[in-house]
């Protein structure tokens, strides 16, 4: 975080997450939206590992009370991906969908 807040100066950033680190750091992520200087996006396949996950990881289903409280309070900070909001990655070949980890990478 620290690192984070040097680099953004006064100017802030945008800060992209995933399902894994939603559900094993979610307090780093917290503290990342405490600085009011980022905004933290969540794209929907963080969602859908997040739901994979909840059956396994307390911290996932942590993650996702979380989530639900905060975008319904509607935190400035923190915001779900867009419909639409997505980059084509040029030069790579899609991976298969039943390679689902490198399916959920290629994704965010």
Known sequence: ??????????EG??????????SSNLQMVKRTLGLKKFTVIVPAVAVQQLDGLKKTEKGARDAIRWLERELGRGNRWL????EGEAMKVEGREYPRQ?????WDRFQL
């Open 13 to 22: 950033g945008v800060v992209v997450v995933d399902g894994q680190a939603l």
């Open 1 to 10: 975080v620290k690192e984070l807040e040097k680099e953004a100066g006064k």
């Open 79 to 82: 915001r779900a991906q867009k």
């Open 98 to 102: 039943r390679e689902r980890k490198d």
